[in-house]
Nanobody, 115 residues
Framework: QVQLVESGGGLVQPGGSLRLSCAAS????????MGWYRQGPGKEREWVAS???????TYADSVKGRFTMSRDNAKNTVYLQMNSLKPEDTAVYYC?????????WGKGTLVTVSS
């Protein structure tokens, strides 16, 4: 079992920044994919970024150049630094852990970008 807890969401003005965190606990394998997803109002959940085996990071085109994902292996925590935020980034952001065919999700943290 893996538990994921996201934090760092909040209200920010357009052009502002936020840093999300996702702390993982439980049985964490080194072979895994950790990702960030988001679901905006009235929209389907979409992939934002992911890090594979703690090394390879990929981003959705919509956030490339603005968002940066990183990982602290010692803390089993991943981060999502979000800069130049836009109103369309407003969403609940979820963390996902995948390993050996098992997927675990956090409960999400709300990011609202509004003036």
């Amino acid at each position: 079992q893996v538990q994921l807890v996201e934090s760092g969401g909040g209200l920010v003005q357009p052009g502002g920044s936020l840093r999300l965190s996702c702390a993982a606990s439980g049985t964490i394998y080194s072979i895994n994919v950790m990702g960030w997803y988001r679901q905006g109002p009235g929209k389907e959940r979409e992939w934002v970024a992911s890090i594979t085996n703690g090394v390879m990071i990929t981003y959705a085109d919509s956030v490339k150049g603005r968002f940066t994902m990183s990982r602290d292996n010692a803390k089993n925590t991943v981060y999502l630094q979000m800069n130049s935020l836009k109103p369309e980034d407003t969403a609940v952001y979820y963390c996902k852990y995948s390993s050996y065919g098992m997927d675990y999700w956090g409960k999400g943290t709300l990011v609202t970008v509004s003036s």
